[in-house]
Nanobody, 124 residues
């Protein structure tokens, strides 16, 4: 079992930055690929970013490329999402997720463990 707890969300003006953190406990974090997903009101959950166990494989959805950066610290069992140049359309609940495997994935159904989610609101 893996427990995931997100932090760092909040309200920010357009153009601002936030850094989300996801602290993992339980099963060995260092063996798991991690991902960030988001769900805006009235929309389905969508993929944002993923990182492999080693940190060498990273992928982003097109809308955040060049603005968001995913990283991980296996010594701290934590994955991060640095979000810069935020836009109102980035407003959503952001979820951290963990796979049982080491390879990164953009598919939500391939993630077994999920955090509770954290609100990010970008005002115009």
């Amino acid at each position: 079992q893996v427990q995931l707890v997100e932090s760092g969300g909040g309200l920010v003006q357009a153009g601002g930055s936030l850094r989300l953190s996801c602290a993992a406990s339980g099963r060995a974090f260092s063996t798991s690929a991690m991902g960030w997903f988001r769900q805006a009101p009235g929309k389905e959950r969508e993929f944002v970013a993923t990182i492999s166990r080693s940190g060498l494989a990273i992928r982003y959805t097109d809308s955040v490329k060049g603005r968001f950066t995913i990283s991980r610290d296996n010594a701290k069992d934590t994955v991060y999402l640095q979000m810069n140049s935020l836009k109102p359309e980035d407003t959503a609940v952001y979820y951290c997720a963990a796979r049982e495997y080491s390879t990164a994935s953009v598919y939500s159904h391939e993630y077994k463990y999920w955090g509770q989610g954290i609100q990010v609101t970008v005002s115009s």
